[in-house]
């Protein structure tokens, strides 16, 4: 799955890509991409002949801000998420579509931005201008603090984990929580700040709290910089950041010996998602 660092690259792609892509012409292939009030026919009577403008990231969505090409006047909104699959191809010229292709964006020039998804979770969204897309989608509007915005610092995080029986690992991978802290990075950052990811959240002291707040935004940081991953990369490896999976303290090393202590990685489920640690270095 995509998580905040593959996200922010595709971000960047997609900027870099499409500057000033004015889109010519929208095919909707997959009506349940289309997750804005009145599926794919108003998707592409409104986004059509517009621009896209720039490209900014809210935990794992990918928001566009559309213009209009005569007074580059603000159109509204595409907003996409990828869920487990979705990436984005660009080509140059025409191509026949692969099977798992959803929606294709057409400039003038024949150029083509392609959506595919092969488990077919991804979704995207249409938003008037009248409307913030937080006030459209659910899962936007719930999302807690950016990992690397003020909002998100010790006293904040002390704060949301004080009631919280739930571990620390699930309260990591908490959209409501943190934005776009997936599985990898919960993970590499408990080991970082030395935390059992079974513990209590509201156990946490507060060095431990602090720990956790630098280690994530440290580890998020590095894995951004590395490029998060190519999205080819990132589905041949079923999740694991090209990049960032050959450096994991304990992702995806279940079993191998800590590079720290020389302990055996451990590799459990915690609310469902395979979950790893040192039990020597994290306490
Ligand atoms: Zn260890």
New binding site residues.
Partial sequence: MPELPEVETVRRGLEDRLKLFQVEDIEVLSERTISSEGGGDVFIQNIKGLVLGSWSRRGKYLICYLQSLDNCEHAGWLVVHLRMTGQFKWLNSARIPCSHTRVRFWNRKGNEIRFIDTRNFGQMWWISPDHLPKEKINGLMKLGPEPFSNEFNPVYLKNSLRHRKRSIKASLLDQSIVAGAGNIYADESL?EAGIIPTKESRNLNEIEITRLCKSLTRVLKISIGKGGTTFKDFRDLEGINGHYGGQA?VYGRGNK???????T?IKNKISGRGTHW?????K
């Avoid at 040192?278 to 994290?282: L, R, S, W």
Wanted: hydrophobic residues 20%; proline residues 7%.
């Fill in positions: 080991f303290w010996s800590c590079k720290k202590c020389g302990s990685i040192c039990p020597n270095c994290q």
